[in-house]
């Protein structure tokens, strides 16, 4: 059974950082992509970005490139979502997936993500 288990989130200060953990089980972690997601009240989820391992791919859209990073611990089977100068329009709950169609690259549209987890919730403070 696929799944995936979210931690990391919580209230922190404009400015400041979190780092999000994704745990994943019930597959070769590292064949796969896994994307981050969020989702803020009254809008759309969003793809904040995405990591291919095997492939050493990973992808950001401007409105997290240079204060996120993603990465994964292969061993452990987790990827981190690193997130640096948080602002309060960051706020959102924040997903995990996993995209367990074969390839070399990642993606952030959620159409091509298979399992997702539960959701954790950042709260960005100003």
């Known amino acids: 059974e696929v799944q995936l288990v979210e931690s990391g989130g919580g209230l922190v200060q404009a400015g400041g950082s979190l780092r999000l953990s994704c745990a994943a089980s019930?597959?070769?972690?590292?064949?796969?992509?896994i994307g981050w997601f969020r989702q803020a009240p009254g809008k759309e989820r969003e793809g904040v970005s995405c990591i291919r391992s095997s492939y050493g791919s990973t992808y950001y859209p401007d409105s997290v490139k240079g204060r996120f990073t993603i990465s994964s611990d292969n061993a452990k089977n987790t990827v981190y979502l690193e997130m640096n100068s948080l602002k309060p329009e960051d706020t959102a709950v924040y997903y995990c997936?996993?995209?367990?169609?074969?390839?070399?690259?990642?993606?952030?549209?959620?159409?091509?993500?298979?399992?997702w987890g539960q959701g954790t919730q950042v709260t960005v403070s100003s």
């Open positions: 997936a996993a995209d367990l169609g074969l390839g070399y690259g990642c993606y952030t549209d959620e159409r091509v993500y298979d399992y």
């Open positions: 019930g597959f070769t972690f590292d064949d796969y992509a």
